[in-house]
């Protein structure tokens, strides 16, 4: 699986943004397809997970009600919706893939990753 991602930008606290990762290969649905993020000197963290075509979620406590993570599966890509953005959102955020035909809510369990695309909020 190789995973593209894309629509990371600059962006004002308060504001939005929508990330995309398109995905290749014919077996995109059985996937757990995951957003995670990185910023200097901190960990990797998942931040969002969707499993399934009944859209089964998870969501870290630090985005929930303001991210939205959703998929087309025809169209083999995962979006990420990111509403009332923080400066603490600054990060590089990547998706991912895992195996398992369940939803992966933990780093360890994606397989695939994809290049990060930045989004920074400034202040």
């Known amino acids: 699986v190789q995973l593209q991602a894309s629509g990371g930008g600059l962006v004002q606290a308060g504001g939005s943004l929508r990330l995309s990762c398109a995905a290749s290969?014919?077996?995109?649905?059985?996937?757990?397809m995951g957003w995670s993020r990185q910023a200097p000197g901190k960990e990797r963290e998942l931040v969002a997970a969707?499993?399934?075509?009944?859209?089964?979620?998870y969501y870290a406590e630090s985005v929930k009600g303001r991210f939205t993570i959703s998929r087309d599966d025809a169209k083999n890509t995962v979006y990420l919706q990111m509403n009332s953005l923080k400066p603490e959102d600054t990060a590089v955020y990547y998706c991912?893939?895992?195996?398992?035909?369940?939803?992966?809510?933990?780093?360890?369990?994606?397989?695939?990753w994809g290049q990060g695309t930045q989004v920074t909020v400034s202040s």
């Open positions: 290969g014919r077996t995109f649905s059985s996937y757990s």
């Open positions: 991912a893939a895992g195996r398992g035909y369940a939803l992966r809510v933990a780093i360890t369990g994606y397989n695939y």
């Open positions: 969707i499993y399934g075509t009944g859209g089964s979620t």
